[in-house]
Each structure stands twice: as C-alpha cells, then as structure tokens.
C-alpha cells in the first residue's frame, strides 16, 4: 500500500553530496558503505552485504569499460515499482514540459529497476552525457566538476525496502527518476557542463560554496512556470511524490542567480524557498550567461 504524499518522510529527496563538507566523505573502500545505526538498512545483513558488492563494482570501475551490473533483490524492484506508482501522477501534475519529454524518450520500465549500463546508453545517444557508477558521496567539488566533462557520477544501490519513500542518501530512485531524466535534456545536459566549467574556473572555497547553492536551487530544486502553473525541472523536486506536491507551500521568490547563491537551505526538509522562472527559455538563458561570466 502507498503512503499518502503528505505522510511521506522529507529524506526521500535529499542529495546530501551538496550538504557535506569536502573532507568529510571517506575514500576508503572500508569505509564507503558504512551504515549509521539509524539508517534503515542497518540491521539487514542481506541488504549491507549487497551494498558492499555494489560498492566494490564501482571502486574497480574505470571509465570507459562496461558498466557493471548491480545485484538487486525482488524486495527493491518492489520498490522502484511502489515509488514510480507515486511519482508517474506526480509528474503528470508538477513536472515541466521538458522533463515529461525526457522521461517518454528514456521509456524506463516500471516493473524493475533498470540497470545503470541501459539508462547511460539511452542518455548518451540523446544528450551526449554519461553516467558512471560511484561506490557512494563523493566530496561536492568532484561531483560538480565532473559535470565539466559530460559526465554524472551515479550511485546504483537503492534504498532499504522497509522504508520505499524514504532514504537518508541520493540512491538509484533519486539518481535515475531525477537527474538521468534531466541529462536527456540537452538544455539541461548543457546546464550541467556550465556548472561543471565553472566550478573549475573557481578557486576559494566561498566562491564554490556560492556557485553550489546556484546549483541547488536550480538543477536539484528548479522550478519554471507553464501557462500560469509552477512546474519542476529540479531533479530533487522531480525524484520525489512528496516534494513535489509539497512545492506549491515554498516561498516563490524570482530567478536571481546572485540571490540564490546567497540563500541557505536545509536538505533534510521540504524547501521553504524556491526560486522561480517565468518559463524554461528563460530559465536556461539566465543560468547559463551567469555561468557563463563566472
């Protein structure tokens, strides 16, 4: 049975890679996918051993070679499949033009969860974006300047089936409903580059932490107006039920890219603020010129 949308927990949108300070992810292979006591997953040993074989999949992954393919259990498919019931009206009520676009064109089924090598080929072949597996957080400035080169480093596990509408990590849902979705754009594959372009072009650390908020309010938490309705383009927004029917409370302030760069967020919340487009075309031409003259 699904959860009504406004009992859902607020973590199953989060994308913590922003939210956690260089130095603090681990690169230790022993240390990767260590669970805290609260995770949900913390007290299956089926699940933690799982996730410690995606791990290492992705640890001895070198880009260019065949993505590997993750062992996923009839208990997480039944995930995918609970959680795309919830989002498929979601997206038909909050989501962008571009995005439902997208998601027509990558065709993912709904009965299982796809395997990262799939969704790379169809994302390529539209955009020219690749996917490659990560083992889990990587440190922010990775992530982003990764973007540079057309590349979206993706985790493949999926979050614990006890909990299907919540996950305390950006998981296979979040990065596949949300992000590969968007990188089939290729305006918003190209977004994505000028971040990347841009993050290398920057050099102290408020600069970055500036332009990763811009990014925050933008390709994760994104929202354009279509005929008078607010409607996503952020993957955070679009990876998640909740978020999404919860968007409509936020304060809608004007696309600003300086103001965003200056405005807190809290990840592990429904956003309070969101900044707003007057359509896609304009969205895109504002972003990309202040990336631009970055």
């Known amino acids: 049975m699904l959860i009504e949308t406004d009992q859902l927990p607020m973590a199953d949108h989060t994308d913590l890679r922003l939210a956690t300070p260089e130095g603090a992810v681990s690169s230790d292979r022993n240390h990767i996918v260590v669970l805290d006591p609260d995770h949900p997953g913390f007290s299956d040993q089926q699940y933690r051993v799982r996730r ?54 990558l065709d993912f089924p709904r009965d299982r969860i796809p395997q990262l090598s799939e969704v790379n080929q169809r994302v390529e072949a539209l955009s020219g974006f690749h996917l490659e597996p990560v083992a889990g957080l990587v440190e922010p400035r990775t992530f982003l300047d ?17 909990t299907p509408f919540y996950t305390p990590e950006p998981d296979v849902i979040h990065e596949l409903a949300g992000h590969a979705v968007t990188l ?25 932490d500036r332009l990763s908020r ?22 955070g927004l679009l990876s998640s039920a909740g978020e999404l029917a919860a968007m409509c409370n936020s304060e809608l302030r004007p696309l600003d890219p300086e103001a965003a760069s200056a405005q807190g967020y809290d990840p592990t919340q429904y956003q309070k603020v969101l900044f707003c487009a007057e359509s896609f075309d304009a969205m895109f031409q504002t972003i990309e010129e202040y990336l631009t003259a970055w």
């Open 146 to 162: 990764a973007l540079a080169s057309g590349t979206f480093l993706c985790t493949q596990y999926i979050r614990h089936h006890s």
């Open 214 to 235: 811009v990014y925050w309010f933008t390709i994760e938490f994104g929202v354009v107006l279509e005929e008078g309705q607010l409607k996503a383009y952020g993957a």
């Open 184 to 208: 089939a754009s290729q305006r918003l594959a190209e977004l994505n580059r000028s971040f990347g372009r841009a993050v290398k072009r920057t050099k102290s650390p408020e600069a970055f």
């Open 52 to 105: 410690n074989q995606i791990a290492q999949l992705s640890l001895g992954y070198q880009p260019g070679e065949p993505i590997p393919e993750a062992p996923y259990t009839a208990d997480e498919h039944n995930v995918w499949r609970a959680v795309w019931q919830a989002l498929a009206p979601a997206h038909e009520a909050h989501a962008c033009a571009e995005y439902l676009s997208c998601v027509k064109k």
